[in-house]
């Protein structure tokens, strides 16, 4: 199966250089970067690295849908610039695909720390995807491309665009979330400090659950470069 890797970037210079060497590992189909305009190196390291560059407005949602609209691979995986997958995790996620039943999937959760409450948040995420379907774009949602198309993307919104395609996509068909963990940073947690931005996160999701307007949640959750 051909798969594309889509990574939308605004100032991630600082991280991208080794998300692409330890993606290239990987061996996918191809190596998309939708840079949002960033004001460091990101877009040089990009073009050095990726196979393709591709500069879009900014907005993780939109970032993404042009990532995907210049995809040639039969399966869109979407990650994040301070993320990561094992070559186990994605030969399983290979693996699982096989299934035309399924529309596609993410994995679990893992932070890149030892701390022992980012331990417990990550493995409290894979447990809230796992029975409530409560998907993140930290966990590396993929699926097929003809199901995206036929999604018709992801919804342009300022914040949760990944918790509400992936709440669609669980309409068009079976979705598997995968025992294995995509790595996330944990600069967020570490620098907003990990009871805030727990709270937060939980907060900005019951009331985006609610129908609270995105565009005020937004606001809320500030830019961690």
């Keep these: 199966m051909k798969v594309s890797i889509i990574i939308p970037t605004l100032n991630e210079a600082s991280v991208l250089k080794q998300t692409l060497e330890d993606i290239r ?3 996918p189909f191809e190596i998309i970067v939708v840079d949002g305009a960033s004001q460091d190196d990101t877009e040089a390291i990009a073009q050095q690295l990726a196979d393709k560059t591709v500069t879009s407005p900014p907005g993780r949602a939109a970032q993404m849908n042009a990532g995907a609209n210049s995809a040639e691979g039969e399966l869109l995986l979407f ?7 094992s070559k ?3 030969q399983s996620m290979l693996y699982a695909m096989q299934n035309e039943k399924i529309a596609g999937g993410a ?3 893992k932070i890149d ?8 948040i990550a493995f409290s995420a894979t447990l809230r995807a796992k029975y409530f379907g409560l998907v993140y774009g930290d966990q590396a949602i993929f699926v097929r491309r003809m199901v995206f198309e036929g ?3 992801y919804s342009t919104l300022p914040i949760c665009e990944d918790l509400e395609f992936f709440r669609r996509l669980q309409k068009k068909g079976q ?7 995509a790595m996330t940073s944990a600069r967020r947690w570490e620098k907003e400090g990990i009871a805030f931005t727990t709270a937060r ?8 659950l609610l129908k609270f307007p995105p565009q005020i949640l937004s606001k809320w959750y500030l830019s961690i470069r």
Excluded: P, Q, R, W
């Excluded at 720390?113 to 417990?120: Q, Y």
């Excluded at 979705?175 to 963990?181: A, E, G, H, P, V």
């Excluded at 996160?201 to 985006?208: D, H, P």
């Design 25 to 27: 590992e990987l061996a």
């Design 175 to 181: 979705t598997t979330l995968l025992k294995d963990n």
């Design 79 to 85: 990650l994040h610039a301070d993320s990561c997958i």
């Design 88 to 90: 186990e995790g994605y």
């Design 107 to 109: 994995f679990g959760l």
């Design 201 to 208: 996160n939980i907060v900005i999701v019951f009331l985006f």
């Design 151 to 153: 999604m018709n993307g």
């Design 113 to 120: 720390s030892n701390n022992f409450a980012l331990k417990l």
